[in-house]
């Protein structure tokens, strides 16, 4: 105990005899051998602490923390004194310089760990102090898009009940809600109210924006009310967003009012405002209303978008020559089509198989030095295809390559479709390959139409062995991958193949789900077999399998021409208790 004190009181002294060198500037003398050596990261991190509390003058405890990490030999301050310097220079509203020390030390030592966290905040009872830092880290964090290094900061202010400042919060709920991260933006908002944080019209635009992405109209209401009693009032943004909320849920006469309340209270609409009320009508191919809007712009000038916006409509409204006159329109104004406007245009050349004109917009764009993106070489791919001119569309899939555009899983889809129409299914099964190489899941209909190319070669058992390859090249063959080639031999109604599939699937140790179990059922039943239908039924049964909504809904589409046949199926699956009873209302009310 004696021997402890005497270390203390050594400790002590020689901290204050540091201190008082530092402040008569004797520099030199620190680096006294016998000194020098003494001056480890504890005995730094205590004079820090000491010359600021006996002082109170910030710029020593900054002079002494540079001159240590510059003169001391093999020294890196630590954790700690970081720590307690970025606290000195925010008492001392330092606040730019503690800012750009912690973004230092905040991509190592495990800053935003929990035990990390926890051990720092005691080092300094100093609630202020600790709720600047944390705050600062939380937005350093987010605008990184480091989330969870954010959230277990922003989780450990709530463990030590600090208030963490609005902006903090509003950058973090921002990011979360950019990461479609919804759910966690309400958790996360709700800890905020709770310790006591009140929110101003940038957090409210944040959560509004976050409602907007979830397209969650009832939540954004109950925000407008809540907002209304608080007496927060809306901005432009908030306006704006709510605009681009209802359009995208289809609900114009609700966009309308919004423009009609915020021009009430004597906000102007922008152009933003205009650009979302066109595109509501633009994706309805309500053209008329999109161009009466367009006419009566006032206060705004229509940019890049608000024409692009219109010449995507007009060419989904099938007039061509209106969006093509709109683009010359645009050029007279000075506002250059992009790669969008063009994209659209394109398009809808292709729908219309005028790949010679298609060719010539694709040479117009080179010359404009307009680059194609992904959207406009798969458009060109695909329209090669439909045609049957593979050759072609491989040209263009090259020419991606070589633009440095990567192939994604339109670029496959395309292509497998096209190789697979023109019977060439060696390369449709190594573009399928690829497709999977490249990390993308093939949907049902790439799958279908290898088996319709396999079918119309009368090659099934090319499918089969293509089972093997997949495990030959180390690709996993899971329940998905049967379940498509299980669901296209039924519906052609080649169930003997199927059924093969099927058994092949149980001998892998995969268990069938109820889409693989109710298309075999279906095909059976289909093929005058009752009685296997039956059996299927019942093991689907006893393995607790059960018809969705979502499944019968996809059969009646697939099989609407089956409409007496496929009725006596569902009656007889529901029979075997294997459909819950508001689909059998669905069912019933379909019939009526």
């Known amino acids: 105990m004696a021997a402890s004190l005497v ?6 002294k020689f901290i204050k005899t540091i201190s008082a060198i530092v402040l008569k500037g004797h520099w030199a003398k620190l680096l006294n051998p016998n000194i020098a050596s003494s001056l480890t990261s504890t005995a730094i991190h205590n004079v820090l602490l000491n010359l600021y509390n006996c002082c109170h003058i910030p710029s020593l405890s900054c002079a002494f923390f540079k001159w240590a990490e510059s003169a001391v ?5 630590s954790l700690q004194s970081h720590w307690t310097m970025i606290h000195i220079l925010t008492k001392n509203k330092h606040f730019k310089s503690a800012q750009n020390m912690l973004e230092k030390i905040a991509l190592r030592d495990f800053l935003s760990t929990p035990s990390v966290l926890n051990a720092l905040v005691k080092i300094h009872d100093d609630p202020d102090g600790n709720s600047h830092v944390l705050s600062w880290l939380v937005i350093f964090y ?20 600090l208030m963490p400042h609005l902006h903090a919060c509003t950058v973090l709920l921002n990011s979360l809600a950019k990461d479609r991260l919804t759910d966690m933006v309400w958790k996360v908002y709700k800890k905020m109210v709770k310790l006591g944080v009140v929110a101003n019209i940038h957090l409210y635009n944040v959560l509004i924006h976050a409602c907007c992405k979830s397209s969650d109209v009832d939540k954004v209401e109950k925000l407008l009310c809540e907002m209304e009693f608080k007496d927060v009032r809306a901005d432009l943004f908030t306006y704006n967003t709510l605009i681009a909320l209802y359009c995208k849920k289809g609900m114009h006469y609700e966009a309308l009012a919004v423009q009609d309340r915020m021009e009430r209270e004597g906000i102007s609409p922008d152009i933003v405002t205009y650009n979302s009320l066109i595109h509501g009508f633009c994706r309805e191919g309500r053209m ?33 020559e209106e969006a093509l006159r709109l683009r010359e329109v645009m050029a007279a104004k000075g506002l250059y089509p992009g790669v969008v406007t063009y994209n659209s245009i394109l398009r809808k050349l292709c729908e219309e198989g005028r790949i010679r004109d298609a060719n010539r917009l694709l040479n117009e764009m080179n010359e404009k030095k307009i680059a194609p993106d992904n959207v406009t070489c798969n458009t060109l791919i695909n329209a090669y295809c439909k045609i ?16 440095g555009l990567m192939l994604d899983q339109f670029t496959y889809k395309a292509l497998i479709h096209g190789f697979c129409k023109a019977k060439e299914m060696d390369i449709a099964k190594e573009l399928l390959f690829g497709m999977l190489d490249a990390g993308f899941s093939p949907s049902y209909c790439s799958y279908s139409w290898l088996v319709d190319g396999y079918c119309n070669k009368n090659n099934e058992e090319a499918l089969l062995k293509l089972l093997d390859e997949f495990v030959s090249r180390g690709l996993c063959v899971d329940v998905s991958v049967y379940r498509a080639l299980i669901r296209r031999f039924c519906k052609k109604e080649k169930v003997d193949y199927a059924q093969r599939l099927f058994n092949l699937m149980q001998r892998n140790g995969i268990s069938g789900d109820s889409v693989i179990y109710t298309s075999l059922a279906y095909a059976y039943w289909r093929a005058g077999e009752p009685k296997t239908c039956s059996d299927i039924l019942d093991d689907m049964y006893r393995r607790r399998l059960m018809i969705t909504l979502k499944i019968y809904r996809s059969f009646s589409a697939s099989y609407a021409k089956d409409n007496e046949i496929l009725d006596l199926f569902w009656s007889h699956v529901v029979d075997r208790g294997l459909m819950s009873k508001h689909i059998f209302k669905e069912m019933q009310l379909r019939n009526s």
């Open 73 to 77: 030999p093999n020294y890196k301050h």
């Open 7 to 12: 270390a203390l009181n050594s400790d002590t």
């Open 388 to 403: 049957g001119d593979t050759a072609s569309a491989m040209k263009v899939k090259n020419r991606m390559l070589e633009a």
């Open 288 to 320: 008329r209303e999109a161009r009466r809007l367009f006419r009566d712009i006032k206060g705004a000038t229509p940019n890049h978008v608000t024409y692009t916006t219109l010449i995507d409509g007009y060419c989904r409204a099938n007039d061509l």
């Open 142 to 161: 987010a605008n990184l898009k480091m989330t969870q290094d954010a959230l277990q900061v922003f989780d450990q202010m709530r463990v030590h009940n």
